[in-house]
């Protein structure tokens, strides 16, 4: 079983920034991808960004050159750091805990809370 703690959203204006972190625990972090997702009202839940254990970032379109995944093994911990914040980015943010391999990612059904992102226009 892994347990997900998301934090760091809140309400920003367009343009501005803001840091999620997620605290991961019950299984070996180190040998984990790390994801984040996104799920907007009336909408799907979609990919955001991904980090295997090798450090390899992945990035939706959307978010391509303002979002940065990172991980720090240390903290046991995922971020994903949000620049040039759009209204369209605001949604209820979830990380996810996986395996990487050659056909991709195979995601564990564990999910976190969430933290909510809001952005002004």
């Known amino acids: 079983q892994v347990q997900l703690v998301e934090s760091g959203g809140g309400l920003v204006q367009a343009g501005g920034s803001l840091r999620l972190s997620c605290v991961v625990s019950g299984r070996a972090f180190s040998r984990l991808a790390m994801g984040w997702f996104r799920q907007a009202p009336g909408k799907e839940r979609e990919f955001v960004a991904a980090v295997t254990s090798g450090d390899s970032t992945y990035y939706t379109d959307a978010v391509k050159g303002r979002f940065t995944i990172s991980r720090d093994s240390a903290k046991n911990t995922v971020y994903l750091q949000m620049n040039s914040l759009k209204p369209e980015d605001a949604a209820v943010y979830y990380c996810?805990?996986?395996?990487?391999?050659?056909?991709?990612?195979?995601?564990?059904?564990?999910w976190g809370q969430g933290t909510q992102v809001s952005v002004s226009s």
């Open positions: 996810r805990a996986g395996i990487y391999h050659i056909g991709g990612y195979s995601w564990y059904d564990y």
